[in-house]
């Protein structure tokens, strides 16, 4: 509590209890009274009866809310990295002022007990384990308070790029399995895209995904081509505005055309209306 000037700046203020806590010591001047961190009492003489000078008593308040911003910041530390804005954000959401948080991330860097240069390097590390593009890695790092300046000096391999993204090939197939070759390859591109990867990665990758098989494909198109004649049928009263709807429903969907004519023809003169 920051106390008031009594207008005796010579005489300052004169302690009349000490109350040692837990986590603090208690200071008392009469009404008023400040909280010290243990390591300042212990580092000076404190005593009933002791007179402090104005000026005193406030480089102790202000050593003590360093003291409780960097004790805080350790706790923080102890439970997740952080980068240095992330850091400071934590702490001015617990109502420490700039200076103080100044003071304290002054005295972790001095401990070495953050470095941005370190956060980007044992994220990335993370990251890449996880198998994210750089795209993602780029947009996370950015979340976490790395600025453009320093983004813009991070190295990604493409070769390590790709390696990732084919990692990812095997169970974004097994996902898409029941898709038609075209539509599987199209999902997994959109995937890949969604998890980091640059175009021209998930395009190379994508085309490697292998082909469905005809038998899937064939029961993949009986399923789809069902839904749209039964939708169709609510929508249309004509052979011809039926069979648009289907085609328009089915050919973005990556069946062959040639198919789906061939099971339009199969069923359109058993249709009814």
Known sequence: MQLENSGNQVEGKTITKINICKNKIVLYFGKDKIDISPDVYV?????????????????????????????????????AMYTEWGLREKLYARDYHKSTVDQAITQLKKNKLINDKNYIKEYIS???????????????????????????????????????????????????????????RQHIFNALIREGFASDVASEISKKAKATSKSTSDTKLRKDFSI???????????????????????????HNVSDINALWEEIENEITF
């Open 43 to 79: 580092s000076d003489y404190f005593y009933v009866g002791k007179t402090l000078p104005i000026s005193e008593i406030e480089k102790l308040e202000k050593h003590t809310y360093v003291s409780d911003a960097y004790t805080d910041a350790l706790a923080l530390l102890s439970r």
């Open 126 to 184: 993370y990251a890449n384990d996880k198998l994210y593009g750089k795209n993602k890695i780029i947009q996370e790092l950015k979340k976490r308070g790395i600025f453009d300046d320093v983004i813009r000096t991070i190295e990604f391999s493409e070769a390590k790029e790709l390696s990732k993204a084919k990692k990812r090939l095997p169970d974004l197939e097994k996902q898409y399995m029941n898709l038609t070759t075209s539509d599987k």
């Open 228 to 254: 749209a004649l039964r939708q169709g049928k609510m929508k249309y009263k004509t052979i011809n505005g039926l069979k648009a709807y289907i085609f328009r429903s089915l050919a973005p969907k990556g």
